[in-house]
């Protein structure tokens, strides 16, 4: 008896999460027209990730103009500058372990080596012509 009413309200919860989330995909406002990187194929795995994940600090045109952005003195990905010494390997290890000084979090264990190998190819794709 006390194992069916806690089913029960365990289903009652799992029911009302899935109404939930549904009503949440139908009320989100479709995404704002700005234009990310050029020539990224569409579904690209890297750009949803970086769209939920990095966007709100690094903007959705990675130029950090966003309040938490401009807050934290976020870097500017569009830079030709910060493009110098940042290897892939080194994107790895921003993700992993945040930046020294803590102001961009670290993303140890977040993401799979696909979805890290997919951000970091995106990221790539804010990088200026003259600095590759
Ligand atoms: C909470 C805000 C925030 C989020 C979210 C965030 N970042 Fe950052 N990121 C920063 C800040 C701030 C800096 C600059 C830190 C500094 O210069 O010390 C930075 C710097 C970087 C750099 C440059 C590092 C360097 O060596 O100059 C890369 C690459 C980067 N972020 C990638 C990402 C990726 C990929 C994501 C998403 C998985 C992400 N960031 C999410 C705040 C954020």
Known sequence: MK????????????????????????????????PGPAAVPPDDVGQD?????????????????????LKLKTKDLTQAALWKDLTDAAITKVMNEGTADKAMPSYQGRYSAEETAALVKYLRAFQPEQSR
């Not at 989330?21 to 700005?34: G, I, L, N, Y």
């Not at 990730?49 to 952005?69: F, V, W």
């Open 3 to 34: 194992n069916l009413r806690a089913f029960a309200a365990t289903l009652i919860i799992a029911v009302a999460a899935g109404a939930a989330r549904a009503t949440e995909r139908a009320a989100a406002p479709a995404p704002p027209a700005v």
């Open 49 to 69: 990730l970086y769209n939920a994940r990095c966007s709100t600090c690094h903007g959705r045109d990675g130029k950090a103009k966003t309040p938490i952005g």
